[in-house]
């Protein structure tokens, strides 16, 4: 089988990751505007990593590896790149069909809470229990962090038990 | 909540939504991104190399059409240094940066090296890029005071100016380093040390961030002693130079002036131009040029000279300073001034 293009790679990373990026990107950033410049600047960092891909990784954990190491090391003025151009992808809220607007709304509540917690958490935990909660196994957060199982087992209970306490603050506020 | 539910709850959020792009545009964008930025990079990386490199062939022009001291031509071993050094550095360690598809932990170890790599260079950027062409320039100035020592305080007071207006130039590059230093590096290092130790063992786990070569973080004062105890040497030797009477030796500047100053000179002191003829607006503005003519003149008019047989000046072609004797241009045969 041959490999497939730089370009039709990237068009399929992005329709299957999109969400990833902009997660990240969410869970990094404060302002709306600066979650944009953060999810390009990831974008741009994925198309720069892909002629090192070599498959000896899955994609997903290659993607989560650039995402954070982007996110990670990210500045605000880095996203004066970007900040000339017009966006060129816009988060978009879709109606979910199954669930009913009052579940919807809790949830999107919960999930506003969880972010706003995940700032609050030290960088390397947020990175740990973005990838938990995107229901990374252990081996794949272990790969994407770069640390042993068992360590990401240690950090994820730390992690998960300072997440609780800052999801009641955040609960909490007014 | 239990973490179950709010795994559910995140993972809802994918269904609620989606990024709208247009996946071509992007990466039309991204590929467009992709040049800029590696013509960023490039540039970033090699404008001071070039910007050195570059000077020298400027240092030897200017060192040929005005004819200065050899301690001129000291700039060039210091801009090829400079130069050197960090194209050396740009290349010994453009392969150790980070890579983006790093694990988080090899990803924070590279950038951190990177960042103590780049707090290292600028804190000793004195050694490196300052003090070779600061010790070049420095000894331009001793040599060019050395050979005006007859102008007395004036031209003391002119050189030490010189030098303290570059060493004030020097002093403001290194400031603006160290202040990148603690603003920029050292903050950035703290957080991938507080990173690396985020992701470390457990039982590493609680180590502190320690601070990039801790101990020397506040700026040394023995290098800021050693840059004044320079400048002061070099004021104290052009203050002992306008006190003591060494011989005037104006003629000095003769042996550096251009060509046609060596011929205006000879002819005058040949007898050939009058002084009335050369008015002050004819005088040149190259500071050697305007001293040889001042030294030629005054000389002759203060002074009852003897101007030398022209034979022996051989005005106008072929003329060396030796061959219109710079060194005495005129033999003195009376004390008296008119």
């Known amino acids: 089988m041959t490999e497939p293009s730089p370009e039709t790679r990237f068009k399929q990373w992005l329709e299957e990751y999109g969400g990833t990026v902009l997660k990240v990107a969410r869970a990094y950033t404060l302002k709306a505007e600066d979650c944009q410049d953060l999810a390009q600047e990831i974008l741009f960092q994925i198309w720069r990593s892909l002629p090192r891909f070599q498959g000896r990784s899955s994609a997903s954990t290659w993607v989560y590896r650039v995402a954070l190491n982007t996110a990670l090391g990210w500045r605000r003025k880095e996203g004066r790149r970007w900040a000339r151009q017009q966006p060129l992808l816009e988060p978009e809220e879709l109606p979910d069909p199954v669930s009913s607007s009052s579940g919807q709304l809790d949830q999107r509540e919960v999930v506003e809470r969880l972010y706003a917690a995940i700032r609050q958490l030290p960088k390397a935990d947020a990175a740990l229990v973005l990838l938990y909660l995107d229901d990374l196994s252990y081996r794949e957060i272990a790969e994407v962090l770069g640390i042993s199982e068992s360590n990401v087992g240690v950090k994820l209970n730390r992690a998960k038990k300072a997440l609780a306490e800052l999801m009641k603050e955040v609960a909490n506020e007014p | 909540m239990n973490p179950d539910d709010l795994k559910k709850s995140w993972q809802a959020q994918t269904s609620h939504a989606r990024l709208t792009l247009d996946a071509d545009l992007l990466l039309k964008e991204v590929q467009r991104n992709q040049r800029t930025f590696t013509i960023l990079i490039f540039w970033r990386d090699v404008r001071e190399v070039v910007a050195s490199l570059l000077m020298v062939p400027v240092i030897l022009y200017m060192g040929a059409k005005i ?107 290194y400031w603006l380093n160290q202040h990148a230093v603690r603003s920029e590096l050292e903050p950035r290092y703290r957080e991938l040390q507080t990173l690396q130790a985020g992701l470390n063992d457990a039982a590493e786990g609680g180590d502190s961030p320690s601070n990039p070569g801790q101990g020397t973080s506040k700026p040394n004062k023995k290098k800021w002693l050693g840059l004044l105890g320079i400048i002061g040497l070099l004021a104290g030797a052009l203050l002992l130079l306008s006190l003591g009477d060494i011989a005037p030796t104006g003629s000095r500047w003769l042996a550096m002036a251009p060509p046609w100053i060596i011929r205006l000179c000879s002819a005058r002191l040949d007898g050939s131009i009058a002084p009335s003829r050369i008015g002050r607006s004819s005088l040149p503005t190259n500071c050697a040029a305007h001293k040889a003519i001042r030294h030629c003149f005054s000389r002759q008019v203060t002074e009852n000279c003897t101007p030398r047989p022209s034979a022996a000046i051989t005005p106008w072609d072929g003329l060396s300073s030796s061959a219109i004797g710079v060194a005495e241009p005129c033999s003195i045969t009376a004390a008296t001034t008119p």
Request: proline share 7%.
């Open chain 2, 67 to 173: 004819p200065l001291p050899w301690s001129w031509y000291l700039l060039v071993p210091a801009l090829l240094w400079g130069g050197g050094f960090m194209a050396a550095d740009w290349v010994w360690h453009k392969r150790s940066g980070p890579e983006p598809g790093q694990s988080l932990r090899r990803h924070v170890e590279s950038s951190a090296k990177q960042v103590q790599h780049q707090i290292w260079l600028l804190r000793n950027v004195l050694w490196w890029y300052l003090l070779p062409p600061g010790f070049a320039i420095l000894a331009f100035f001793g040599q060019v005071a050395w050979m005006t020592r007859a102008g007395g305080l004036k031209t003391v007071l002119f050189v030490a100016g010189l030098v303290l207006l570059v060493a004030a130039v020097f002093a403001g590059i």
